[in-house]
């Protein structure tokens, strides 16, 4: 007797997932075509695959794939020790080489005290002539690009998941404002795939990878922002943060990175727990040099000369 066991999956995935059923046991295919399907169901679905269609193309359409060996493939990420093999860009490719980018990143629940200081550092910096790399987050991370686009100033954003998997999805109108405005959104993530955990963890990496140095606006002890953190101080990016004014827990980050010694961190900060080695590199100064507002203009022209090295 033969056996009439289907394997779960069954309905193939395909370019065309409509077309037809596979059945494992018997493996045979059986189209559509010979179903007497009401017309209008079959309408629909021949709809539905059409538009599934479009869509897709119209994603790619726009994409530039950068591998190591190409040309474009930006060098300060070429020079990290884990660089992505393949880089999904949309918008201006060139922008990646710039030399003057600075990473603005932070909470995703800023206080008026962290929302100041955002728009503040970047508009300073952006006057300045610097592009502005960050995550497409909520909270600091779309301060951040926001402002970069009110000042004029190009403006890079990072991404968790494919380009094509805007999140969070209330940022679709800023990402389409970023390219239109002469920046990019980059991804080594494939298209379709979600912004996992994991995926923006290790995009922080990348923040950090394309910029002279990193500014954290506002951050909590257990903020993702820390990953970045991490990251710059190892590839030997230098870290800035404004002085918080209060004891305020939203900024009680800024206060370690500011005042505790560097080998601390580990102990300290839960995204550092795996980094000891990093924090004995460190040594006993603080990892973060203050920025005051009264200091601004003399932090853009010191942060000017690091790019120019």
């Known amino acids: 007797m033969a056996r009439s ?24 295919r059986i189209s559509f075509r010979n179903f007497r399907a009401p017309s209008r169901l079959r309408q629909a679905l021949e709809s539905e695959r059409t538009m599934h269609s479009v869509e897709s193309s119209r994603s790619t359409a726009d994409v530039h794939e950068l591998t190591l060996s190409d040309d474009r493939y930006p ?40 929302t100041s200081a955002a728009e503040e550092l970047t508009g300073a910096l952006a006057d300045g002539g610097w592009g502005i790399v960050s995550g497409l987050a909520k909270g600091i991370d779309t301060i951040a690009h926001r402002t970069a686009l009110e000042h004029g100033a190009p403006t890079i954003a990072v991404m968790g998941g494919g380009l094509d998997r805007i999140y969070p999805a209330e940022n679709k109108g800023l990402a389409a404002r970023i390219v239109d405005q002469g920046g990019a959104l980059i991804s080594e993530q494939p298209f379709g795939e979600q912004a996992r955990p994991q995926h923006l963890v290790a995009r922080d990496r ?67 727990r795996s980094a000891k080695a990093l924090c004995e590199r460190l040594g006993d100064q ?11 203009e003399e932090f853009v022209q010191a942060v000017g000369r690091r790019g120019e090295r």
Request: charged share 20%.
């Open 75 to 114: 060098d300060r990420l070429r020079n990290l020790s884990d660089p992505p093999p393949l880089l999904f860009v949309r918008g201006d490719v060139d922008l990646l080489a710039r030399e003057q980018l600075i990473a603005v990143v932070g909470t995703r629940e800023p206080t008026v005290f962290g």
């Open 286 to 296: 603080p990892l973060a040099r203050p920025v005051t507002r009264e200091g601004l």
């Open 206 to 272: 990348l923040q950090s990878g394309l910029s002279v140095a990193v500014i954290v606006a506002q951050s909590g002890l257990r903020s993702g922002t820390m990953h970045t953190v991490r990251f710059a101080a190892t590839q030997g990016r230098p870290l800035f943060c404004p002085v918080p004014h209060n004891e305020n827990t939203a900024s009680e980050g800024l206060r370690v990175l500011l005042e505790r010694p560097a080998r601390e961190l580990c102990s300290i900060l839960p995204a550092w």
């Open 5 to 28: 066991t289907l394997s779960s999956g069954f309905l193939r995935s395909s370019k065309e997932p409509y077309d037809e059923i596979r059945t494992p046991c018997l493996l045979c």
